[in-house]
């Protein structure tokens, strides 16, 4: 990850020399537009979801009918999960173009793996029949019955990334400010993640509209580059996933970052 990090600033580094030659002033934010991130996150998230498993009857015969309709034609499973986990590293990039000193606009691109734990709680419901006849369902129950609870906990791993479009915002356009460098910034997109039990038993995949907000400080290093840090608040909402219809729930992530900028 750290090589790839190095050959992007490389990369970087060609470009603002092609652009240095257009003679932007020194300390200010314009023209092209690049930085490299390495930050370490919290995430926490919860799913709920629902599973009917195959049919199945306990009757008790006596004589020529059923007489004791204790019986259950399915059993379904109810799960919540809550997920709470560190996020290192994550990685990102942007790439794009400031304005006036004032306005960077870019496209950001992020990737990164997640360890944590989550609290399952399984619940187990079936719909008695309340009334038969030689073998025959004639009525169900109105409702649920619940037969079981389980709560445990497990390791999950992830993996996720993002892709969007944001911009941030340099108030304080006086070099000689001592919040000169202060951002605010802005970013939309589309993300995802995929998880994994520490069994390698239960996956889990899903899609999410990412909004991003984020609060920061760059200090100059040279009349182009500078180095900074930040705090980041995320909210992904679903949009899809890969197994359940009834999946609920959206996932929220806090992220101190650290990172180097150009323009």
Same mark, same amino acid.
């Given at each position: 990850?750290?090589?790839?990090?190095?050959?992007?600033?490389?990369?970087?580094?060609?470009?603002?020399?092609?652009?240095?030659?257009?003679?932007?002033?020194?300390?200010?934010?314009?023209?092209?537009?690049?930085?490299?991130?390495?930050?370490?996150?919290?995430?926490?998230?919860?799913?709920?979801?629902?599973?009917?498993?195959?049919?199945?009857?306990?009757?008790?015969?006596?004589?020529?009918?059923?007489?004791?309709?204790?019986?259950?034609?399915? $059993?379904?499973?109810?799960?919540?999960?809550?997920? @709470?986990?560190?996020? #290192?590293?994550?990685? %990102?990039? +942007?790439?794009? =173009?400031?304005?006036?000193?004032?306005?960077? $606009?870019?496209?950001?691109?992020?990737?990164?793996? @997640?360890?944590?734990? #989550?609290?399952?709680? %399984?619940? +187990?419901?079936? =719909?008695?029949?309340?009334?038969?006849?030689?073998?025959?369902?004639?009525?169900?129950?109105?409702?649920?019955?619940?037969?079981?609870?389980?709560?445990?906990?497990?390791?999950?791993?992830?993996?996720?990334?993002?892709?969007?479009?944001?911009?941030?915002?340099?108030?304080?356009?006086?070099?000689?400010?001592?919040?000169?460098?202060?951002?605010?910034?802005?970013?939309?997109?589309?993300?995802?993640?995929?998880?994994?039990?520490?069994?390698?038993?239960?996956?889990?995949?899903?899609?999410?509209?990412?909004?991003?907000?984020?609060?920061?400080?760059?200090?100059?290093?040279?009349?182009?580059?500078?180095?900074?840090?930040?705090?980041?608040?995320?909210?992904?909402?679903?949009?899809?996933?890969?197994?359940?219809?009834?999946?609920?729930?959206?996932?929220?992530?806090?992220?101190?970052?650290?990172?180097?900028?150009?323009?």
């Amino acid at each position: 990850m750290i090589k790839v990090l190095v050959v992007v600033t490389l990369l970087a580094t060609a470009l603002w020399a092609e652009d240095s030659k257009k003679g932007f002033p020194p300390y200010e934010h314009r023209g092209f537009f690049f930085s490299a991130g390495l930050g370490l996150g919290y995430s926490q998230f919860s799913t709920y979801r629902e599973a009917t498993h195959g049919a199945y009857t306990y009757d008790e015969y006596i004589g020529d009918g059923y007489v004791n309709w204790q019986s259950y034609s399915f $059993v379904d499973h109810s799960i919540d999960e809550e997920y @709470s986990g560190f996020a #290192a590293p994550m990685m %990102e990039f +942007r790439f794009g =173009r400031s304005f006036g000193n004032l306005m960077a $606009v870019y496209s950001l691109f992020e990737a990164g793996m @997640s360890t944590g734990s #989550a609290k399952v709680v %399984e619940k +187990r419901y079936t =719909r008695p029949i309340v009334e038969g006849y030689n073998g025959h369902v004639i009525k169900y129950a109105d409702e649920d019955v619940q037969i079981g609870e389980t709560t445990y906990k497990e390791d999950v791993y992830a993996v996720s990334g993002m892709a969007g479009l944001g911009f941030a915002v340099y108030p304080f356009r006086d070099p000689n400010n001592m919040w000169n460098g202060t951002f605010f910034a802005y970013t939309g997109g589309i993300a995802g993640i995929c998880t994994v039990d520490g069994n390698d038993i239960d996956t889990f995949g899903q899609i999410n509209v990412l909004t991003r907000f984020e609060i920061g400080k760059d200090w100059w290093v040279s009349e182009t580059w500078s180095i900074g840090a930040s705090f980041v608040y995320s909210l992904f909402s679903v949009i899809e996933d890969d197994m359940y219809e009834n999946y609920r729930g959206d996932r929220t992530e806090i992220r101190f970052l650290i990172r180097i900028t150009r323009g």
